[in-house]
């Protein structure tokens, strides 16, 4: 028993080998590890029925209580029977493509068992498609509860399917003693073997794959790490600074001997081996370059004449480019180079792919971005060009009737028109201006103002010190006190007070304009800078048009907030994040009228 134990491990181990060379193979793990559809399971089939058929070949003849020596086995004599490992691959077929593939493989199995004749040859068929088939449901269980059928399982699950074919020799093997004897003889040794044989076969295996999968997370890993690390620089665009910050990146994180990034025409970066003649914005792309601009397919070269490059010392041999791709267009390649064709391997390649990849769809999200802010820009300078232009008219009508009474005064209004003119024009194309040249701005719209109505209006000023510099959006505080003094005082007030307050909080500046006019009604107040609404006095599109400023640029958070009381007045409200602005050193002048 223990001599047949040890030539079926040598048995054994020819089935590993091929188990171990197979489990290497890219196809070979590609099905085992998604045997989805007929062609995955097919190929299954054949792989494990090719491993039964060898150990077919390879069994041990028995005659009698004889073991014969033996190295290939063609043909079996009625009297004789043989020992194998036929029932590891039929089980391991089972266990890795469920019952279909443990099925075919029993089958095959069997059938060339069943050729080769022998007193066992019927009995060892039908064990083989039935231990097929319950291998198969074992595997079925486990992939079911999306887990890996373990080492354990399988030698367990080998002792099992061999414990079943000496059963099935028992029941239908002639005559009924030499059966018997059989099965004393070898049942023990074929089932320890077996059971061995799948353990290590299914380690290999498993080893095999966690290895691959283990690579693959490392992979992914450095890939989300590198595309992380340029994801700021991509999403400016293809330009010399953010492309060369990348190219820095992508070289460190990568081993690679050079890296660069070029548009459609010149190179933006050249980091590593060759930056003395690869220079940016002074080299043109190679022939390969625009190979791959034309194309829009990665492409691998290996030597230093298809990388085209025209320098006759340059050290770089080889080279993966890849197309950097908006919207369907390539509009840039990057290039991995490397020293050594050995240093362009399956590793390199995916590594280089995957980045391309994300640096095209970081590219897309920048330049989406990109449209984005502009058409948000646009949005708000159309919102800040719809200045009152009666006020205008206004202005020169105050004007000119001061021209005969008041030449001086009129001087002064004329340079505080200039000025308030000067200031609209200015805010129409920025975003955010200084403090002080918002209270400028509002200072020369008051002298108007007050200048057509003298004595009508007390404005106060609450300015905190060390804000002039805090930069807001361009007429805030105008278009609050300008609505205050048009829609808040009933014509017979004697007293119109407006105050305006800027003072920092916790998390942000706080600019507040009150009045202590008519207030205004409820059911308009909960509309008023939410929609446009009609009434006596207006429309309410500067108010609307204002809070549709604020929340473009910080968020919800920065909307207006309207507080009023009928015959009290109103207070609105504004609160600017810090991060949105920046505050100065200086000292803000406090204005008190």
Known sequence: MIHLMIMMLERVGIIVILGFILAHMKVFRQHLQH?????????????????????????IIIRGDEILYNDWVFTIDPSSSIANTRILGVEIGGLIGGPFVGAGVGLLAGVHRFSLGGSTALSCAVSSLLAGVASGCIGLFFRKRHQMVTPRVAALAGISMEALQMFMILVLAKPQADAFALVQMIGVPMMIVNGTGSFIFLSIIQSIIRKEEQAKAVQTHRVFSIADQTLPFFRQGLNEASCK??????????????????????????VGEGAGHHIPSRSLITGLSKKVIKTGKVMKVK??????????????????????????QTIGTLKLYFKSPAGLNQVAEELAEGLAMLFSTQLELGEAELQSKLLKD?????????????????????????????????????????????SNLQGARQLLIPL??????????LSLEQARFPGKYTIEFHIEDGLECLEIPPFILQLLVENALRHAFPKK???????????????????????????????????????????????????????????GLFGRQASLDMKSEPGKGTEVSIKIPFQAGREGNGDAQGFNR
């Open 35 to 59: 045997p989805q559809g007929y062609k995955g399971k097919t190929v299954l089939i054949c792989i494990f029925s090719l491993f039964s058929m060898i150990s077919n070949y390879t069994g």
């Open 245 to 270: 910050s990348a190219a820095r990146i992508i070289h460190e994180m990568t081993g690679t001997d050079a890296v660069s990034i070029t548009d459609r025409e010149n190179i933006l970066a050249h």
């Open 303 to 328: 030597s230093r004449d298809e990388i085209e490059c025209t320098h006759h010392a340059c050290p770089l041999q080889a080279a993966i480019v890849l197309p950097l791709i908006s919207n369907q």
């Open 378 to 422: 646009a949005e708000i300078k159309a919102l800040q060009a719809q200045v009152n232009p009666h006020f205008l008219f206004n202005a020169i009508h105050t004007i000119s009737a001061l021209c005969r009474t008041d030449a001086e005064k009129t001087r002064k209004l004329l340079l505080q028109l200039s000025v308030y003119f000067r």
């Open 436 to 445: 002080s040249k918002e209270l400028n701005h509002l200072e020369a719209y």
């Open 493 to 551: 007030q004697k007293v119109c007070t407006v105050k305006v307050y800027v003072c920092s909080e916790r998390d942000g500046v706080l600019m507040k304009v009150s009045d202590n006019g008519r207030g205004i009604n409820p059911d308009m107040l909960e509309q008023l800078g939410k929609a446009q609404s009609s009434s006596k006095e207006g429309n309410g599109t500067g108010l609307y048009n204002l809070n549709q400023r604020l929340t």
